[in-house]
């Protein structure tokens, strides 16, 4: 018999869909859209392994389904090809980063394309092509040239601020601005010079230039955002990172935080990464206060949600990055302090939020005087608060807050109750009260003596843009007297500059310092940071709706016709970076006309991990040899990781072996039964482990379509599994037996005109509606199980009737393209099957019109007869006792009764 030929097959069909742009998106704005698109990769230098392509496999699916039902499908791919990894080699190597990024981009397509997707890669795009970081440079010039009007509650141009300015000053603006903000008059802008008014706007426009606190990486010699450090030392590489002020771009994504908040209710996300979204944000309702310092005119300001606890505080901690640390400190505790401070500020934030039980800080020698009691009380610093979240102080009451409370226990201060069965105690005027009255009647005794106000205040800070680094968008700015202004349009792209190295100066600068005459044609110097590897990855989802306009970021006539994504898929991860920028990024061009929608991904789903099998073999100690697992417990043994891809079904290729391990080429190996068995272990995929499976080594061996059928089989999207090549002989198997559907016994291809059975018809039509179900609800696992039932059941009735086989391929077709081409080919048919149609449903093919019941007597199963679903009762007892097998069991007992349950069962009691 004729097999399968899964290399010629799919090599075939990838160059057909290629050729033929079968999978062009096209811009027909008649037709119904449906954008499914997949989180934009970074191509790194190790390729794809097997883990990778799994939530890739989901999308494609989905695309050819809904290609199949007539819907206009947008389904790109691109690279988010701006990063550390290459900039790190480059430092390394000399070698440009662009080359590496070349060269990893190549890979990555030529595994995407081996493993047969649906995408329209005329519209790739790439964060690092000029082409594409021009729109970056010029959406980062509308943010510069924004502000956040809080009357509208929208973003609008700063010209509509200088008029404000020039009418009556910002007395009347309500603007999200920085808080050292000075009000000024309309006669005062007027008669404020050039630089002055540029200064001004700087603290209200949304990208800003200003002193932060940021994670500096010496050995990188670049900033690193909060997600790129791990317990004070960098992801990468695993270098300290300390905490330190420099002037850096800064999004004034902190506007938004409502907005973004809100947003979430609409959207279609799994539930987690919209909490954490939540969290993140951090709306809190409180009250802001100011704590006047002893013996000084400075204030701390505080921001509590709990004013109601006022009378509790007993002392208050100050970050050790806040400014008022080195004001306030008394020369009795200035070197401590100082030591504190050193070591504080080189730990992560998330380090200090997360270790709740580790208690350090140090007095400052410095006291504030309570605004209610008006008695002294300790300024501590301790690293358990944050500059970055609040004012950078708490007021401490340690008899209602855990880590106030073990900062009180262990530095010996003193703890005063408050809340008792939620009324205060123990708080003069508000004593007796429940908690949200004496909120309320706190919040007025500040108004009332002007310390102090009602607000909403948000976890979320403004978010660090710029970074340095060589491997970046350069930021479209120039420099005169220290101040920042834009280039014109007509002079983007700013592209990168050729350096000698790509590492920072000597003194420090970013490594565009490097660049000769990094300057305008006017002899001003332009920004050295670049923007951070989220900046591109933020819009991306709206350039590939138009990739080739060279006009405009994205045509607006097309932005309004794909709208947005209606199917997202990616990791977890990028809950709080990636997802909060691009709806950050998002709202802001809506607010600006630019596009139609102010969400980005409308649904989203996380897809799980495959997770690598690793497999053990086991050396007896001091000789070079190996025992099979089911033996090892007989000799001390030292289990070693061995490469899984020279082990099949947990069986050792002792040659393969031989040759990985040159050093054990005359080893000696204790068997089972003939065979080396090694051990087996769920780890993360990793190199270290040999346990990394590359598609292209499955694809070899089984072909792409085994593979995407496989890796969708393994279980539900959304869960974590492992790896386990021990399971996909099956997968392959079932190809192999769809194909032989359509061949008779000598492998001709053998079809039959004709009606179809009636079986055949429902075991088609149940498949088409599992089909459709769990493709519109994302359960791939439970379809590829159906086709099994399916093509098992087909086989058995040894069905050839071309309208089933027809139908059969076109529902198996979006999740195993290349075998179902080439089968629709061979039916006589044109053209692609993703442009056949999906077949309709047809309830009344899996209609019941008989049921097969179990006959018992007594309760004991005789036989199983069938029955018309119409059947009278008297006809089904007549047949039942005439049956030779029940009469046997029956003999010449009397009957007592006999039970019939309709669809259920027959018993007869004797």
């Known amino acids: 018999m004729s097999e399968y030929q899964f290399r010629e097959t799919e090599k075939k069909w990838q160059a057909y869909w290629e050729k033929n742009q079968v999978f062009k998106a096209e811009d027909n704005f008649n037709k119904p859209k449906y954008y499914t698109l997949d989180m934009f990769p970074y191509p790194s230098g190790a390729g794809l392994h097997v883990g990778h392509p799994l939530g890739y496999i989901a999308s494609d699916i989905v695309a050819r389904y809904k290609k199949q039902q007539g819907f206009n499908v947008l389904h790109p791919m691109g690279f988010d090809s701006f990063g550390l990894p290459a900039e790190q080699y480059a430092i390394q190597t000399g070698q440009h980063p662009a080359i590496t990024t070349e060269q990893n981009i190549n890979r990555y397509i030529e595994q995407l394309k081996n493993i047969g997707f649906a995408y329209d890669w005329d519209r790739e795009v790439r964060t690092s092509d000029p082409s594409f970081y021009k729109w970056t440079q010029w959406i980062f010039m509308l943010l510069f040239n924004s502000w956040y009007d809080k009357v509208d509650d929208k973003a609008r141009h700063i010209l509509v601020l200088e008029e404000h300015f020039e009418k009556t000053g910002n007395q009347l603006v309500k603007a999200a601005c920085d808080e050292e903000v000075e009000p000024f008059t309309a006669e005062d802008w007027f008669n ?39 317990d004070g030392y960098s992801e990468r590489g695993g270098h300290p990172v300390e905490r330190k002020k420099m002037m850096q771009w800064s999004m004034r994504i902190s506007a938004f935080a409502d907005r973004l908040l809100r947003g979430l209710e609409e959207l279609d996300w799994p539930e987690p990464v919209k909490e954490m979204q939540r969290n993140w944000i951090g709306k809190s309702v409180g009250a ?26 007993t002392f208050m901690v100050l970050a050790p990055e806040h400014e008022l640390v080195e004001k306030i400190t008394t020369s009795a505790q200035k070197e401590s302090v100082k030591d504190y401070v050193n070591i504080a500020k080189n730990r992560s934030e998330r380090e200090r939020m997360t270790e709740v039980k580790r208690v350090s800080g140090v007095f400052t020698g410095a006291y504030a005087i309570h605004p209610f009691t008006e008695e002294k009380i300790p300024v ?30 262990h530095f010996e201060l003193p703890i005063v109750e408050v809340v008792e069965n939620d009324k205060i105690i123990n708080s003069d005027f508000l004593s007796g009260l429940n908690i949200k009255d004496a909120q309320m009647k706190a919040i007025d005794f500040l108004k009332d003596k002007g310390i102090g106000y009602a607000k909403i205040n948000y976890r979320m800070r ?20 220290d101040i920042p202004y834009l280039l014109e349009e007509d002079q983007l792209p700013l592209k990168l500059p050729e350096v000698d190295k790509y590492l920072p100066t000597e003194d420090g600068e970013p490594p ?50 794909w709208e947005n994504v209606d199917l997202y898929i990616g990791g977890s991860e990028h809950a709080t970076g990636h997802l909060l920028y691009s709806r950050f990024w998002t709202k802001f ?7 139609s929608v102010d969400e980005p991904f409308q649904k989203m789903i996380n897809q799980g991990m495959i997770q690598g099998r690793s497999n053990f073999v086991y050396r007896i100690e001091g000789q070079n040899k190996f025992v099979s697992h089911g033996l090892k417990d007989e000799y001390k043994t030292q289990s070693l990781h061995v490469d899984v891809n020279i082990v099949h079904n947990d069986t050792l290729d002792l040659e393969a072996f031989k040759r990985w391990r040159p050093e054990h080429a005359d080893a000696e190996f204790i068997l089972e039964d003939g065979k080396y068995i090694c051990g087996a272990e769920v780890e993360k995929m990793s190199k270290s482990k040999y346990n990394v499976v590359n598609p292209d080594d499955v694809i070899e061996k089984y072909g792409a379509d085994t593979l995407r059928l496989y890796e969708m089989f393994l279980g539900p999207l959304e869960q974590f599994k492992p790896w386990n090549t021990n399971g996909i002989d099956g997968t392959a198997k079932f190809l192999k037996k769809l ?77 195993a393209p290349h075998i179902c081409e080439e089968l629709w080919s061979l039916l006589g048919n044109e053209g692609s099957i993703s442009e056949a149609g999906w077949p309709t449903f047809n309830p009344d093919f899996i209609k019941e019109d008989a049921h097969t019941y179990p006959v018992s007597v007594n309760g004991k199963h005789r036989d199983n007869m069938t029955f018309a679903l119409d059947a009278a009762k008297e006809d089904i007892e ?12 029956i003999e010449d007992k009397p009957i007592k009764k006999m039970i019939i349950v309709p669809k259920k069962i027959v018993n007869i009691v004797v």
């Open 192 to 230: 404020y010079s050039e630089e002055e008014k540029q200064k001004t706007l700087l603290k209200y426009r949304i990208a800003y230039l200003s002193e932060a606190v940021v994670n500096w990486c010496p050995a990188l010699g670049t900033v690193l955002s909060n997600d790129e450090v791990k």
């Open 288 to 313: 802001q206060l100011g704590f006047q310092l002893s013996k000084s005119e400075e204030k701390i300001e505080v921001f509590t949600t709990r004013i109601d606890t006022i009378y509790g505080v």
């Open 380 to 409: 501590w610093i301790g690293d358990y608060v944050l500059a970055g979240y609040g004012t950078g102080a708490v007021m401490a009451v340690p008899s209602d807050d855990d880590r106030d409370k073990a900062f009180a226990e």
């Open 462 to 481: 403004d978010a660090i843009f710029s970074r340095q680094r060589y491997w970046g968008e350069p930021v479209p700015v120039y420099f005169k007297n």
């Open 512 to 561: 565009l310092a490097r660049a000769k005459n990094w300057k305008t044609e006017e002899g001003y110097n332009l920004e050295k940071s670049t923007m951070p590897g989220w900046a591109g990855s933020s819009w991306y989802m709206f350039r590939y709706m138009d990739a080739q306009n060279k006009d405009a970021f994205v045509d607006e006539e097309k932005q309004k016709y």
């Open 589 to 595: 061009l809506y607010d600006l006309g630019y596009i």
């Open 739 to 815: 194909w032989r559907l359509f061949h008779d016994a000598d492998g001709n291809f053998k079809v039959a005109e004709g009606e179809p059975e009636k079986q055949a018809l429902k075991a088609l039509h149940q498949a088409i509606q599992k089909a459709e179900y769990d493709i519109e609800y994302f359960s791939f696992n439970t379809s590829v199980s159906t086709f099994m039932i399916c093509v098992n059941t087909l086989t058995e009735l040894k069905c050839n009737n071309k309208t089933v086989l027809s139908d059969t391929v076109r529902i198996i077709a979006p999740y």
């Open 878 to 889: 007549k047949a039942v006792l005439e049956n030779p097998k029940v009469q046997k069991w």
